[in-house]
C-alpha cells in the first residue's frame, strides 16, 4: 500500500500542546529560581546588617535585627514547580494518533501497492482521516479509538463504559466531536463534498463510508439505521471487505489521477480564506 499524507492535525495539534507545556514548565522553573535567589539575597542582607551591629557593639540594634532574620527564615519557600499533566485535548489527540497508525499498519497487511492511503485530506466541511483509492473505488474511513461497547440509531451515536472488571460505570455517554457532530456526520459532511467533486471531475458514482474501531476493548453493540457503509473493529480489515466496501468504480481516472486530484481539491481548500467559507 502506497502512502500520501496531506495534513497531520492530531499530531501537530499533540506537538504544540507538549510544546506549550514544556514552554510553561520552563518559565515557572525560571519564576522558581528567581524567587529562590530573591530570598537568598535577603538573607544575605539581613545576616550581614545583624553582625555589622554586633561588630560595632550596638546589641540592641542587634537584637533587633534578628527579629526580621528570624521571621525570613521561617518565610514558606515555594515548592518546585511540576511539568502540567497532559489535557484532555492533547491526551484525545495521542489517543486519535495512535488509533489511526493502527489502521493503517491493519490495511498495509491486506493491500497491495494498487492501493494509496491518504491521510489528512481536509475540505470546508472538516478532516477525513484516511481515504483509500483503489482499482475498485474510494473508500473513506473514520478511525474511532475508544473503548466501550459502541451503538448508533441513525445519526446519534454513544457508548457504554466499562471498567477492566467488565462492570458498566457509565451508560449512554455521546460519542460526537467538539462542534457536536456524531461519527457519521464527520464522515458524511466531508466524504459528500469530496464525493460530489470526483464526480464532476471524473464520474466518480460513490465515496464509501466506514468507521472503523482499533481499541481493543472496543465492541460494537446495536447499529440501527446506520448512515455509514460499515462499522466495524480493525482486527477484521481484508482485502475482500476493503473491495466491497469500496466498489463503485473511478470513473473513467486511474487510481494515481484520483489520488491527484483528492491533493489538488485539500490544497484548494487549505488555500482558501475564512470568508470563502461563509
Known sequence: MKELTLSNFTAEQSVNAASQR???YAAALA????????MQERSAALRRHAKFCFDRGDYFAW??????????????TPSLPQMEPPSRD???WNVGGDGESCVKDALKQCLSDEWTMVSGYRNRNGEIDQLLVGPSGVLAIEVKNVSGVVSCNGEFWWRDKYDKYGNLVQRGVPLRDNGG???CEQLNA?????EAFLTRRV?????????ILPNPSARIGQIRDCRVDSV???ESITLAKVQRLASFGLGFATTDEVVCLIARDHVFHENLTPEAFV
Open 22 to 24: 514544556q514552554v510553561n
Open 31 to 38: 519564576t522558581h529560581q528567581q524567587i529562590l535567589e530573591q
Open 63 to 76: 537584637l533587633k535585627s534578628l527579629i526580621p532574620l528570624v521571621s525570613h527564615s521561617l518565610t514558606f
Open 90 to 92: 492533547e491526551i484525545l
Open 181 to 183: 457532530r456524531s461519527p
Open 190 to 194: 466531508s466524504a459528500s463534498l469530496l
Open 203 to 211: 464520474g466518480l458514482a460513490q465515496v464509501g463510508r466506514v468507521v
Open 232 to 234: 466495524f473493529k480493525v
